[in-house]
């Protein structure tokens, strides 16, 4: 019994002490970097684009201030309001950047056996740097929409689309460093695991798709799009234009993939879907060269292949990791969901209100409802397929020299064709030999009585065959 108590006792004094203690100084120094890593690249990069921009414009420094701040909202997606134009259209290169490094800081601070405390500490860091920051930039915003034409954003948003970012980034960075972890101690089920591929791989192939459709139509109207960057009129003007192409590629590329679900995608007044296009006034970026011209031609049908073409391996994948039919199709119709969410999110992501042109965006419902369907449809086809096909019986191999039934001869057969009856061997005949050759076969017979022992042949010792008998007026003896 004190036993038992001694240990609860100092059960209760470990978990206290737990408790009670802090990180350790090097514990301390990482969580620092988890904080302000990222962040602090952020400012730097952000301060360094706005004065070399201020200083080849001939501009004077004031404002540089506002105009970080500005920066750091763009990147985080926080719309803003300058010179009373609102401005919502954020490019989304920036900020798939910034949870990459996010997502890679957190994966490198934890690892399968770092305790769930420090795990707690590390994602509220990650959450502490993003946000001091934005404090002090919505601080910096006010001051300079007295300088410049910059206008505080409203604090609520500012707050949620940093803390949205940072921590879906840093989310993902613990899940991969404790996906181990969670599999084996936390009980994951097994269908979770076997969908984490199959998604990725979804994805990817709609990824893939998408930058498919933006470089061809980018190649379709490549004079279009060097008209546009000859529009900046010097080095730094064509520069400027080009970077901003590319920051804004994200956004192009998922307003092609909606457009390839069968969702329409639109600028303001002109808008783009597989079987109609409205024109419009659109800015002068090259990158929108991708936009058609013309009205909607048959040909564009040809880009439902993405969709489908990812349903289809989707299905295949399912299918591959079960052999029951249920199983494949309800894991299908899971990842199809999940995949269409995450377009409905980053399709929202990626538009916003662009001032005098109006509101860019994508048909949100729409495109996310279309993605879940089409993976679900051709996914589910493609299972079926599979798994039909694992289940059919495989032909059984023919063997070649296999002979009839009728062509097996009996031992006894075999054995009289071997013996012919003209030529007894010594002195049985063929009746003698037969009986020799099945006697192995026969059936015990019951006892008969004794017969007498053959007559022997005085002259050559050999017995007599009882049964072969000289004809009668035969003088010669019994035939041999």
Known sequence: MSDLLNRDTR??????????????????????????????????????????????????????????AGTWFAVHLVPLTIGGTSLGVAPLLPTLIIGWSVARTVHRAVDPDTERRMVRWVFAASLAGPLAVTAIALAVAGDASTVIGLSSPNALAAFSWVAGVHAAASGTGLILARWDSLVLRRGVQEWVR????????????????????????????????GALVESGRDFVGMLGLTALSVLYLPNVLIGALAVATGSTAGFGDASVSLFATTGGPLPPLPILAVLPEGPAQTIWVVMLAVPI????????????????????????????????????????????????????????????????????????????????????PEPEPEHEHDEPASAVVPAAEVAIEAAPASEPKDGLDVEEVVEAEVVD???????????????????????????IVAPPGDTDGPAR
């Open 194 to 225: 076997a969908l984490v591929a199959p998604l990725v791989r979804a994805l990817s192939i709609l990824v893939a798709g998408g930058a498919a459709v933006v470089l061809l139509a980018l190649l379709a109207s490549w004079e279009t799009a």
């Open 441 to 467: 076969e026969l059936p015990a017979e019951p006892a008969q009585e004794p017969v007498a022992e053959p007559a022997v042949d005085a002259d050559t010792d050999e017995p007599l065959d009882a049964e």
């Open 309 to 392: 073409g990812a349903g289809l391996l989707l299905g295949r994948d399912c299918a591959i990791r079960s052999a029951d039919i249920q199983v494949a199709v309800s894991s299908v119709w899971v990842v199809a969901a999940a995949a269409g969410v995450l377009a409905a999110l980053f399709g929202y992501a990626a538009g916003g209100s662009l001032g005098t042109f109006g509101t860019v965006e994508v048909t949100v419902w729409s495109f996310g409802l279309l993605t879940f369907a089409w993976l679900a449809v051709a996914g589910t086809i493609s299972a079926a397929i599979v798994v039909w096909r694992r289940a059919e």
């Open 11 to 68: 059960r209760a004094a470990a978990r206290t002490a737990r408790v009670g203690t802090g990180p350790t100084p090097d514990q301390s120094r990482m969580l620092a970097a988890v904080a302000f890593k990222t962040s602090g690249l952020v400012v730097v990069i952000a301060t360094t684009l706005v004065l070399v921009t201020l200083v080849s414009v001939n501009s004077d420094l004031t404002g540089t201030l506002g105009a970080i």
